[in-house]
């Protein structure tokens, strides 16, 4: 997933990106519907699940599993590290020791293989550690195939749910994949097959910014 040639890398993540393609329908509608209340938990948290340790270790996984380049920002750039912690400081509470178990292995991982704390690590390193979890290779650590998937998941709907929700800064995950935006209402020209969508840039909350 994560190869050493360039224009590989890059395949690579608008392949991840082309299959989150309906994360954010299932973020925009079925997370909000589903618990109404729930929903409100996780955007009004007023504290945050994980420590600033934690949190570093989390920004420094999810930047790397969606880079920055030519396509648009990282998924730290966006905050899906936010909407992570918010959702674990609310209705995901009950896997918050388990995700937190992660992320320690992944830290213990990085000292005994790389060296170095994943945070610190550079990203062809923090890549291999990432390798290693995805590919449940990581010695020490019998369930990183598990936290991987969980990780990547968190943070597909981070990157691209409502950005109410914590994540999506700026409508960033939005933009990269041309989601216009849950509108209430188009005209005739907007619905024509050879005319691209104008970006609506309003959380399904009704904010334009979302947070």
Do not use: C
Request: proline share 7%; hydrophobic share 40%.
């Amino acid at each position: 997933m994560f190869p050493d040639d360039k224009e590989d890398r890059e395949l690579s993540r608008r392949e991840l990106i082309a299959g989150a393609a309906f994360v954010p329908l299932a973020a925009l509608t079925g997370a909000g519907q589903a618990a109404a209340q729930s929903a409100t938990q996780v955007a009004s948290a007023a504290t945050s699940a994980l420590t600033a340790p934690q949190m570093k270790i989390l920004e420094a996984f999810v930047e790397r599993l969606i880079p920055k380049d030519e396509l648009g920002p990282s998924a730290a750039e966006a905050g899906a590290q936010i909407y992570i912690d918010r959702a674990l400081a609310g209705p995901n509470a009950g896997e918050k020791a388990s995700f937190v178990e992660g992320l320690a292995a992944m830290d213990a991982f990085a000292k005994s293989s790389q060296g170095a704390a994943f945070a610190d690590l550079a990203p062809e390193k923090r890549d291999a550690v990432i390798t290693a979890f995805e590919n449940g290779t990581a010695a020490g650590f019998t369930n990183a195939r598990q936290f991987f998937g969980r990780a990547r998941r968190l943070t597909l709907e981070g990157m691209f749910g409502d950005p109410y929700y914590g994540g999506n800064k700026n409508f960033a995950g939005w933009d990269l994949i041309r989601y216009p935006g849950p509108r209430p209402a188009t005209g005739p020209e907007d619905q024509k097959m050879d005319v691209e969508p104008k970006p609506y840039r309003v959380s399904a909350w009704g904010t334009k910014y979302g947070h």
